[in-house]
């Protein structure tokens, strides 16, 4: 694990010395009325969007819980090509094989809702043709919501567990209006999940993979032109 990291880590930073100015239009002419006057982009960005996920779990994982295709949203912001995002996603599963955890045991057929969540602090590199890869270092939280009650009604308890994540990732950005962008994004993840410690059965990696569509627009000032020389000695 630390050897892929330090390997993802060089080999961005050898990529920012050929890395381009930041996608977005610098400024934008808009005439009205007889009058004209510039829409200046501010280094803040946001981004929202939504994706296909494929979990995939180690083989010890797998033979409790099943690798499994579900949907995750994301928001983002970014500054300059530094940017924090937070991703999550729930999906329902059921359990395979029996397992005790914190002194409880699940049966096989349990039904449980699992809740994913992460949160990522990368950079961002420009290429050519508005396509940007990116890198990023983060935290992630599994919470399971065994929906299946005994019968006396209660629900066994599974203890949240938190662990790491190594983020890359490649978008591609459309074009839709001055400072606001389409993207198609492909981004991989692999987490370090630390289940070990709900049970020794468990292992303590998964992967996922995450094909989506976000939208994504820069902070804007107006400005007039018979402002614009003022602007520009700022």
């Given amino acids: 694990m630390k050897t892929i990291s330090v390997l993802l880590v060089s080999f961005f930073i050898s990529m920012s010395l050929y890395s381009q100015t930041i996608i977005s239009d610098t400024a934008i002419v808009v005439k009205e009325r007889s009058q004209s006057y510039y829409y200046i982009r501010k280094p803040w960005a946001f ?12 083989s010890k994982t797998v033979l409790w ?22 991703n999550f996603h729930l999906y329902n599963t059921s359990t395979t094989d029996d397992i005790v955890i914190n002194h409880q045991k699940i049966i096989e057929g349990t039904n449980m809702n699992s809740l994913k969540y992460s949160f990522k602090l990368g950079y961002r590199f420009n290429l050519a043709w508005k396509t940007t890869v990116h890198t990023s ?25 938190m662990g790491y994540l190594v983020n890359v990732g490649i978008n591609q950005y459309f ?22 410690k709900l049970s020794s059965d468990l292992g303590n990696t998964f992967h996922s993979i995450d094909f989506g569509i976000a939208f994504k627009f820069w902070n804007r000032k107006q400005v007039l032109m018979d402002d614009l020389s003022w602007h520009n000695n700022q």
Avoid at 47 to 58: Q, S
């Fill in 47 to 58: 981004e929202a969007g939504v994706a296909l996920t494929a979990l995939i779990y180690d």
């Fill in 65 to 86: 819980m099943n690798d499994v295709l579900t949907s995750s949203y994301k928001l983002e912001v970014e500054r300059e090509n530094i940017f924090f995002s937070t």
């Fill in 137 to 161: 270092l983060g935290i992630v939280k599994s919470d399971f919501i065994v929906l299946t009650k005994d019968y006396w009604g209660n629900s066994c308890k599974i203890p949240s567990q």
């Fill in 175 to 196: 074009k839709m209006a001055p400072h606001y962008y389409c993207l198609l994004f492909l981004d991989y993840n692999l987490n370090y999940s630390n289940y070990s």
